[in-house]
């Protein structure tokens, strides 16, 4: 073998290398500083929260896609501060509750009115973030998952993750919802941000197509947003005056 000829191959030794090495990190995303995957993504963010003793949701119920338009049907924050809760609702624009839970007594007042009643305790965190419990199987309850990559949302920069449901996976994920609202469901999709420094997740966005929403709007697409902020931060929940 002469000069060139050696020369020759060196360098089609080196290229096939480089196609070898270039296939491989395509193959295999989570190597070689690739993206995580969903799983590792899910996985940091679950133990992350388990030390999570504090924090703030705004959670609001959107229809859309009905035979009268689109509208906000439920809007609610919650403060949570170790065992205290503070949780108002509104339903369709209107005030429909309010209730304290601070040391160990609970305070609640009922469509708009100004009076407050001391009742027995009924109200806790775990209550409170009962769907969040349930989003905890998201991955294995989807058709389909993927990582879209890193986005600024609520002042972080979070990874975003979309999930695919199947009809049957969103009677599953929404169990305590009436099955009657999602008897006829056509699927749908749940968004997730999680913080990608403290891997706590920042926000959720779920569409469940084709939803029973109530007699005067018949049906359409639900869209829920949930924003969570002040993890582990002090949320101050007191007793009504």
Same mark, same amino acid.
């Given at each position: ?17 480089? $196609? ?22 899910? @996985? ?10 504090? $924090? ?7 229809? @859309? ?5 689109? *509208? ?31 040391? #160990? ?6 469509? *708009? *009115? ?28 989807? #058709?389909? @998952? ?27 994920l929404f ?8 008897? #006829? ?15 706590y997740k ?15 709007? *018949? ?23």
């Amino acid at each position: 073998m002469d000069d060139m000829d050696r020369r020759r191959f060196r360098f089609g030794a080196l290229l096939l290398i480089a $196609l070898l090495m270039a296939a491989v990190v395509v193959a295999a995303p989570g190597c070689f500083g690739g993206e995580k995957s969903v799983d590792e993504v899910w @996985q940091e963010s679950e133990e992350a929260e388990k030390i999570i003793t504090s $924090l703030s949701m705004e959670l609001s119920i959107y229809y @859309q896609n009905t035979d009268i338009g689109s *509208g906000l049907i439920q809007s609610t924050t919650i403060d949570i501060s170790g065992d205290n809760v503070h949780s108002q609702s509104a339903l369709f624009g209107q005030s429909f509750s309010e209730v304290i839970r601070v040391d #160990s007594k609970q305070y609640s007042r009922y469509l *708009g *009115g100004e009076e407050w009643t001391e009742e027995q305790v009924t109200l806790t965190p775990e209550s409170t973030t009962s769907q969040l419990a349930e989003f905890s199987e998201l991955p294995s309850r989807s #058709s389909s @998952q993927e990582n879209l990559g890193v986005e600024m949302v609520n002042g972080v920069e979070a990874y975003h993750l979309a999930f695919t449901l199947s009809p049957q996976e969103v009677s599953q994920l929404f169990a305590n919802v009436p099955s009657t609202q999602l008897d #006829s469901n056509a699927g749908g999709t749940v968004d997730v941000w999680i913080d990608q420094e403290t891997f706590y997740k920042v926000k959720y966005e779920a569409v469940i197509n084709n939803a029973f929403i109530a007699e005067a709007v *018949g049906y359409g697409d639900v869209r829920i947003v949930n924003n969570i902020s002040n993890m582990n931060q002090p949320v101050s929940i007191t007793p009504p005056m």
